[in-house]
């Protein structure tokens, strides 16, 4: 049984590899035996986050790139292929939010900044679409692989303030279906396209939304609390074994799927 879930020796590309959340499922890919491609734009927070990883015996190859800049990732993907010729796995963590295309309860719409919206469709939808199709030469050696999206809850139910943010992320729950499907009829049945959509976990960019400099929750992380039966946020690493459950051949027959990880908050009506 073990071996169903083992990714020992794959190689498996991280981009956001630096945030919270990446930076930990980086750590745990390696300790698990993977070939970890650290994929960043800042070399000095990629080479931070290697040396912690190093200084407990596990490698971690550093891959430098800006996922909205194709010319970028054509560069990084001669160097993956230089250094490994394939890969097995595509982790898309790269994403996050920006203040103006955030509507807060004092704003309506006609507040929006469109470049600032423009920018956060970009990071998150184009930053998953072009390393997928920078990289898919280097799966279709094998004709193999899982590539795993990032989406949310905001992108599930739709969630006040979040208009840029949520809207991504819907448009990456449509984008790992249609590529499922697409690269079943086109490439290979074992090239296999899922999402996690994690619930509310505490980063650097909603930390301050979510709590007060003391520890307390703010009004809005009370709501959430009050909406998630688990009553509470969660933990990076409870998001490492549906990680590994996709990185895996466990789920060889998983395609086309948003896996939520939310402590029950997407199942909740509120009452």
């Avoid at 956001?16 to 300790?31: C, D, Q």
Wanted: aromatic residues 8%; glycine residues 8%.
């Amino acid at each position: 049984m073990s071996d169903l879930f083992s990714i020992d020796d794959k190689i498996i590309v991280v981009s956001g590899a630096t945030g919270v959340l990446g930076s930990a499922m980086t750590a745990y890919l390696a300790e698990q035996g993977a070939k970890v491609v650290a994929l960043g734009r800042n070399p000095d927070k990629i080479n931070a986050l290697i040396a912690e990883i190093k200084g407990n015996r596990h490698k971690v190859f550093p891959l430098i790139a800006d996922v909205t800049n194709e010319r970028d990732l054509e560069r990084a993907k001669l160097e993956l292929e230089h250094e490994y010729g394939k890969i097995d796995v595509l982790v898309n963590l790269a994403g996050g939010n920006m203040a103006g295309a955030v509507i807060t309860p004092e704003q309506t719409i006609l507040d929006a900044r469109i470049d600032e919206l423009n920018k956060v469709m970009e990071l998150n939808y184009m930053g998953s679409f072009l390393p997928i199709k920078t990289f898919l030469p280097l799966f279709l050696k094998d004709l193999k692989g899982s590539i795993i999206n990032i989406s949310s809850m905001a992108a599930q139910r739709p969630i006040t303030r979040v208009l840029g943010y949520g809207s991504a992320k819907a448009a990456i729950d449509n984008l790992t279906k249609w590529l499922a499907i697409e690269f079943c009829n086109k490439h290979s049945a074992d090239l296999r396209v899922n999402a996690i959509a994690p619930g509310f976990f505490l980063t650097e960019q909603n930390r301050t939304l979510l709590t007060e400099t003391d520890g307390q929750l703010t009004k809005r992380g009370r709501q959430i609390i009050e909406n998630t039966p688990m009553g509470r946020f969660g933990n990076p690493d409870e998001l490492f074994g549906v990680l590994q459950w996709l990185c895996s051949d466990a789920s060889k027959f998983i395609t086309g799927t948003i896996i939520p990880v939310d402590g029950g908050f997407n199942a909740y009506s509120g009452v």
